[in-house]
Nanobody, 120 residues
């Protein structure tokens, strides 16, 4: 079974840093793009970063560009989200996501989420 285990969240002061990890299992990790989303209280889930399986290309949303970066270690089946210069508005539950289409069927998997709280 596909499993995505997010970890690394916690309480941090504004301006601080955290590194989130997403440990994956149950599928060909190196062959898939992985994304990070977040959901703040009372708000819709927001896609914030994604990393390609093939060439390591990355995408970072404008709201976190210049502060967050994504990376992956295929040997460890893990994707990381490095978060620097954290702001109170970054407070959210952060989720990693695997989504792909195969044989005209969509597959979408979510980890359990890890809570990041940024105090002012």
């Amino acid at each position: 079974d596909v499993q995505l285990q997010a970890s690394g969240g916690g309480l941090v002061q504004a301006g601080g840093s955290l590194r989130l990890s997403c440990a994956a299992s149950g599928f060909n990790f190196a062959g898939h793009n992985i994304a990070w989303f977040r959901q703040a209280p009372g708000k819709a889930r927001e896609g914030i970063s994604c990393i390609s399986s093939t060439d390591g290309n990355t995408y970072v949303a404008a709201s976190v560009e210049g502060r967050f970066s994504i990376s992956r270690d295929n040997a460890k089946n893990t994707v990381y989200l490095q978060m620097n210069s954290l702001k109170p508005e970054d407070t959210a539950v952060y989720y990693c996501n695997l989504a792909y289409r195969r044989w005209n069927k969509d597959y979408n998997y979510w980890g359990q989420g890890t809570l990041v709280t940024v105090s002012s």
